[in-house]
């Protein structure tokens, strides 16, 4: 390839992601950029499955623990801190591994951000306001009087999207689609190679799903130990970024006594395969994704294979 590389390994969550990464370092100088948006906030560790210290110390990684978990961390920061990153690890003479399950940051990464206004706090109350009082059909409505071609795409109880169109079109007086066609798509300073780790069964992914998160339920000290310091700062609370990750959330809630134990792992292991539904929707969604079976106990030399013979 005339561009340098940076291989994008992607999948669900419990698809192996970091062991196929660690096995292709092993064997050819590289160096991990974690594409997780749960791996950037420090003493988040076990319900995060963060790679572990003895991991970390045999090959660098990068964008992990960055943040404290009261920060928040933008796609638009990813974007900014993962290109320099890869230059930095070319010009060392290594391979950047670009790897996680934040399909939203590997897209940003492709095919560059859009560029809309940033949110409004006072705006964005206004519009919850008017949502209240009249509902958000009657607000989709006036949506469609704005920018019809958004409210055409969107579902008129989507309240989340139509109330950022509304925002949009208030902003920047255009309507939303008209600043999306204007998009032009970055052109990127390396050749992007998108390893795709999915499971041909998909039980077998919820087999492994279980099994991950009952051992962090029962390792010592465990994810309620590591939620219950996080609770103890008296910081933090389940509106932040980093406590709306998956297991966080319900473990928060098991503690404050809302819900049981038996519930706390049901609730858990359902919002962890709807992550790993939607990873695969994204994963899908990308034609030229190159598809290895995460399933397969060979799966991390197929990766490595098809990467050496991609270098050439």
């Known amino acids: 390839m005339s561009s340098p590389v940076a291989v994008a390994i992607m999948g669900p969550t419990a698809s192996g992601k970091t062991a196929a990464a660690l096995h292709i370092a092993s064997k050819i100088p590289a160096e991990i950029i974690s594409v997780d948006s749960a791996l950037i906030y420090r003493g988040m560790d076990i319900g995060t499955a963060k790679p572990t210290k003895a991991e970390r110390d045999a090959v660098p990684h990068h964008l992990i623990d960055i943040l404290d978990p009261i920060s928040s961390y933008s796609v638009r920061q990813f974007r900014d801190d993962a290109i320099p990153l890869i230059a930095d690890i070319v010009a060392r003479g290594r391979l950047p591994l670009l790897v996680g399950g934040t399909m939203l940051y590997f897209k940003a990464l492709r095919d560059g951000l859009d560029d809309l206004p940033p949110a409004n706090p006072a705006l964005r109350a206004q519009i919850d306001m008017d949502i209240a009082r009249h509902g958000i059909s009657a607000v989709h409505e006036r949506l469609r009087a704005l920018d019809p071609m958004t409210a055409d795409r969107l579902k008129p109880t989507d309240t989340q999207r139509i109330q950022r169109a509304m925002e949009i079109v208030l902003l920047s007086g255009q309507p939303m689609s008209s600043l999306l066609a204007k998009s032009v798509q970055p052109v990127l300073p390396f050749s992007l190679l998108p390893l795709a780790l999915?499971?041909?069964?998909?039980?077998?992914?919820?087999?492994?799903?279980?099994?991950?998160?009952?051992?962090?339920?029962?390792?010592?000290?465990?994810?309620?130990?590591?939620?219950?310091?996080?609770?103890?700062?008296?910081?933090?609370?389940?509106g932040l970024p980093s406590m709306r990750c998956v297991g966080y959330r319900q473990a928060w809630e098991y503690l404050d006594g809302g819900?049981?134990?038996?519930?706390?792992r049901e609730k858990g292991l359902a919002a962890t395969r709807q992550?790993?539904?939607r990873q695969l929707t994204w994963l899908r969604a990308m034609d030229d994704r190159v598809v290895i079976d995460c399933l397969a106990a060979d799966y991390a030399n197929q990766a490595l294979s098809f990467i050496q013979k991609s270098l050439g």
């Open 198 to 238: 999915e499971p041909s069964n998909r039980t077998e992914l919820h087999a492994r799903i279980t099994t991950r998160f009952d051992y962090m339920l029962s390792a010592i000290p465990g994810l309620l130990d590591e939620v219950s310091g996080l609770r103890n700062r008296g910081d933090l609370h389940l």
């Open 259 to 264: 819900i049981s134990r038996d519930a706390l």
């Open 275 to 277: 992550l790993a539904k």
